[in-house]
């Protein structure tokens, strides 16, 4: 039924505005200058808050006939309305004592044609409202009211709370569910709400900011006997921080000025890049960052401290371990999301690794004998965000044309592995100078070289990143799969790898 309700209320808007564009009204702020033939029809629109004690509608002036409709939450007609003045003149009032909150909707219709006429809608009382301070775990039964009713409820939120919830449970008919940081909400002003269409409504805000929460239990129609509870936890006491995903974000939360949200992520050995990113919403957050410990307003290692939620920061091979954010409300802000991002390397093994002993593609050749260059594109892909080991590849590469006769692997097709979201093939080289291959790294390329560790066939590595400035070649770091995992950090020009090396290059598809 209330599905069919609000169909017929937006049919009804749609064909009132079809005949007359809404008008805002300011409250206390007279409109004049309104005119209309005989059935003309004007539409106004006045947001009236709930607590408001009395509220008056009037016209005045002008002649000869306007008479005014007043509806709550949809325009009037001359058939459907909750108040109406249809005088003999143009001068119509209608007062209200303890109106509920929300839209009114006012139409002012020609009874007969008329001319210059003002109209005003006025409030009064609306900072005197009643508001229930509640507890964690709290509950308050006995709640009722009739159609517009509005109760007011407060919870003040702990720091750091995995999650705050809300509930409403009521056998008849229907009450509904807004819940606002630091305000009173309204059914027009909110952050969260619940509407179903009976009275039993929940809210659930995961990872909740602190500070002041206002509930209203609205009375869509009216309800009897209704319980209201709220409750809230967070991990040992709400001191914790909330622990990141990598490349995960986080829901969307807020929080009011001052407030503080922690978070962490942990941050493997291999990293060579980790990207911050903290965007959407309204409001204004800053975000600061600290290795090891939480950090403070006044105790942080980086921050980008920009005005408004959107704030960025990319570090370049960072120290293992934990790093902790934090988030502080430099003003009230709302719908903001937070997203940790870092790269870095898995090592896979063809000589120990359980695949050893499966078949290179429709070879007799087993992968520790020469599956190098399977498990170098496997480090690879795996870099560039793909699941995927030197098995999976195999397997892949058999099933779509990727080996040229029974075992040579085709580069371009196994750049292919993880679609679009992968890697591109930029070609084939070889190392000249530590410029050129400084600039490769430094534009994300993923470079797999030649290694002469093995005289008797062709043995691939992958270069994973370099040092300091990159002034010798004992700067380059690579990995050669032939050592067992977690893997052994070695250098070019050792001797098996170093300068004149043949390459294969790769970038990260966007």
Request: avoid cysteine.
């Amino acid at each position: 039924m209330r599905t069919i309700t609000l169909l017929l209320v937006l049919l009804v808007t749609l064909l009132s505005r079809t005949a007359s564009a809404q008008i805002q009204l300011t409250n206390g702020v007279p409109l004049g200058g309104l005119g209309g033939s005989t059935g003309n029809e004007k539409l106004f629109m006045l947001s009236v808050p709930f607590g408001t004690s009395e509220l008056v509608v009037e016209t005045a002036g002008g002649d000869p006939d306007a008479d005014i409709y007043l509806r709550w939450g949809a325009p009037p007609t001359i058939n459907s309305f909750t108040y109406k003045s249809d005088g003999p003149s143009s001068n119509e009032s209608i007062t209200i004592f303890d109106p509920p909150g929300g839209n009114l909707y006012v139409m002012v219709r020609a009874h007969s044609s008329y001319a210059g006429v003002g109209i005003v809608g006025e409030y009064f009382g609306s900072d005197d409202v009643d508001v229930i301070e509640l507890e964690n775990e709290d509950s308050i039964g006995g709640l009722y009211g009739y159609t517009g009713d509005a109760r007011f409820f407060k919870v003040s939120i702990p720091f750091n709370q995995d999650y705050a919830r809300v509930k409403l449970t009521g056998s008849d008919p229907d009450a509904d569910l807004y819940v606002r940081w630091g305000d009173l909400p309204s059914t027009e002003d909110y952050h969260a709400k619940s509407t179903g269409s009976s009275s039993n409504e929940t809210i659930i805000i995961e990872y909740p900011p602190s500070g002041d929460l206002y509930i209203l239990v609205y009375a869509y129609n009216g309800y009897f006997n209704a319980t209201l509870s709220v409750d809230w936890d967070g991990p040992s006491g709400g001191e914790a921080a909330y622990e990141l995903d990598n490349g995960v974000a986080t829901g969307s939360f807020g929080g009011g000025q001052d407030s503080l949200r922690l978070f962490a992520i942990d941050v493997p050995a291999d990293a060579t890049s980790i990207t911050f990113s903290m965007y959407g919403g309204w409001g204004d957050a800053d975000l600061y960052l600290r290795w090891y410990e939480p950090p403070t307003l006044s105790e942080w290692d980086e921050s980008p401290y920009a005005n408004g939620n959107n704030e960025s920061l990319t570090i370049g091979y960072p120290d293992a371990g934990t790093i902790y954010l934090l988030v502080h409300g430099y003003d009230d802000y709302g719908g903001v999301k937070l997203k940790v991002t870092y790269t870095a390397w898995t090592h896979f093994s063809h000589i120990h690794g359980p695949w050893k002993n499966e078949k290179i593609g429709t070879s007799t050749t087993k992968i520790k004998k020469d599956g190098s260059i399977l498990a170098s594109l496997s480090m690879a892909l795996a870099y560039a965000g793909a699941d995927v080991d030197p098995s999976t590849l195999n397997q892949w590469l058999k099933s779509h044309n990727g080996y040229k006769g029974s075992s040579t692997v085709k580069w371009l097709t196994a750049a292919q592995y993880d679609g679009p979201q992968g890697l591109d093939y930029i070609g084939p080289g070889s190392i000249t100078t530590m410029a050129k291959l400084r600039q490769a790294l430094d534009q994300g390329r993923i470079v797999l070289a030649r290694s002469d560790r093995y005289d008797t066939t062709s043995h691939w590595v992958v270069i994973r990143h370099y040092t300091g400035n990159g002034s010798t070649w004992s700067k380059f770091h690579y990995w050669d799969p032939s050592d067992a995992s977690p893997g052994i950090d070695r250098t070019l020009g050792d001797g098996w790898v170093g300068a004149g090396a043949k390459t294969r290059v790769y970038g990260i598809s966007d």
